[in-house]
C-alpha cells in the first residue's frame, strides 16, 4: 500500500511527469473548438433573436413609459401613467374579458374536438391519409383568407342566412351582427382554423404508443375505455402540453380575424380583443406610448400564462 501510494502521488514541487500532463493538456484545450463551434452556428440565430425579438420588445418598454404620437414624437417621458390609465380603460377591459373568452373556447373545444377526430383518424388507408389533409387544409390558410369566406358565408346576407330563409326561417340569427352571438361566431371560426394543428399533434402522439402495451392491456381484460385511460391517455401528454401551450399562444394573439370579419364590433367592442385594441390606439388613435403600454401587458400575460402552464403540464408529464 505505501508502496502504491508513493506511485500515485504527484513528484516533489507539484511538477506531473508528461504522461500525466498529455490528458490534461488535452481536456483544456479541447473545450476551445466546442465553444467557437457552438458560436458559428448559433451567431447568426441570436444575432437575429436580438435584432427582431429583444430589441423591440425592449423599445417597446421604453416607449410604454412615455406620450409619444405621430406628433409627439418621441415624447415625454410619463412613468407609470400609462399602465395607471389601463386599469379604468373599459375598453381595455373589455377586450381582455373578450380575449379570455375566446382563448378558454380555443383551447378546451380545439382540444377535444382534436382528440376525438384523431382516434377516428388514426387508421390505414387512402381515404383517411385524405380527409387528415382535409382538416389540416385551414392551419396554412392565411387568416385574412379564412376570415372574407367565412364572413360571406355568415353575414346577414351571406350563404348560410340565405339558406335558412328559403327554409322558412323568417328570422335567422344574426352571426356576425348580433352582440350575443358575434364573439362566439368568432370563436368558431378561430376553433374551425386551428383543429387541424390538433388533429396531427395527436395523430402523432397516438402513433407513438407502442403495440405491445396495448395488446398486453387487451390481455389483461382492459376493454376500450380502460385501455384509453391507462394507456393512450397517458401517453398522449407530451401532444397534450404541446397543443395546450399553442393554443393559449394562438388565442391571445387574436386580430386579423377580428379586424376582417367585425372590425371589433357590433357595438362597442362586443368583439375586440388585446391584440386589436393595441393596433387601433397605436394606429387609428395615434397614442403610442399608450398601445405600447397595451402590447407590454399582453406580453407579461401571454408570457405568464404559457409558463406556468407548461410547468404545470410538464409535472403532470412526469406524474403519468
Not at 387528415?132 to 385574412?144: H, K, M, N
Not at 340565405?162 to 335567422?172: D, E, K, Y
Request: proline fraction near 5%.
Amino acid at each position: 500500500m505505501h508502496l502504491m501510494s508513493t506511485a500515485l502521488a504527484p513528484p516533489p514541487g507539484g511538477q506531473t511527469t508528461g504522461q500525466r500532463s498529455r490528458p490534461v493538456s488535452r481536456r483544456r484545450s479541447g473545450w476551445r473548438p466546442k465553444v467557437l463551434h457552438f458560436l458559428a452556428f448559433a451567431a447568426p440565430g441570436l444575432v437575429a433573436y436580438l435584432l427582431f425579438v429583444l430589441l423591440p420588445i425592449g423599445m417597446s418598454v421604453r416607449t410604454s413609459f412615455t406620450n409619444r404620437s405621430l406628433i409627439n414624437n418621441p415624447g415625454q417621458w410619463v412613468g407609470l401613467r400609462n399602465y395607471s390609465n389601463l386599469l379604468s380603460d373599459s375598453d381595455f377591459t373589455q377586450a381582455l374579458k373578450n380575449t379570455i373568452i375566446l382563448t378558454v373556447i380555443i383551447t378546451v373545444v380545439a382540444n377535444v374536438a382534436g382528440l376525438a377526430i384523431a382516434m377516428l383518424l388514426d387508421r390505414r388507408g387512402k381515404l383517411f391519409n385524405a380527409m387528415r389533409a382535409v382538416f389540416f387544409t385551414p392551419v396554412i390558410l392565411s387568416g385574412v383568407v379564412v376570415s372574407v369566406i367565412w364572413r360571406a358565408i355568415l353575414s346577414d346576407d351571406g350563404l348560410l342566412d340565405t339558406m335558412l330563409r328559403s327554409l322558412g326561417v323568417q328570422h335567422p340569427p344574426g352571426w356576425l351582427s348580433d352582440p350575443n352571438i358575434a364573439l362566439y361566431s368568432v370563436a368558431f371560426i378561430l376553433t374551425w382554423q386551428i383543429l387541424g394543428f390538433c388533429v396531427v399533434v395527436y395523430l402523432a402522439g397516438l402513433q407513438g404508443v407502442p403495440a405491445e402495451l396495448m395488446e398486453a392491456a387487451e390481455l389483461d381484460g382492459a376493454g376500450k375505455a380502460a385501455r384509453f385511460r391507462n394507456v393512450t391517455w397517458p401517453m398522449l401528454a407530451p401532444a397534450l402540453t404541446i397543443n395546450t401551450v399553442m393554443l393559449l399562444i394562438s388565442g391571445f394573439k387574436v386580430y386579423d380575424q377580428i379586424q376582417v370579419m367585425t372590425n371589433g364590433g357590433p357595438g362597442n367592442g362586443t368583439t375586440s380583443t388585446i391584440a386589436f385594441d393595441v393596433v387601433q390606439t397605436t394606429f387609428t388613435g395615434n397614442h403610442i406610448g399608450y398601445g405600447a403600454a397595451m402590447a407590454v401587458v399582453m406580453l407579461v400575460i401571454i408570457a405568464s400564462v404559457s409558463v406556468v402552464t407548461l410547468r404545470f403540464l410538464q409535472r403532470r408529464e412526469i406524474t403519468l
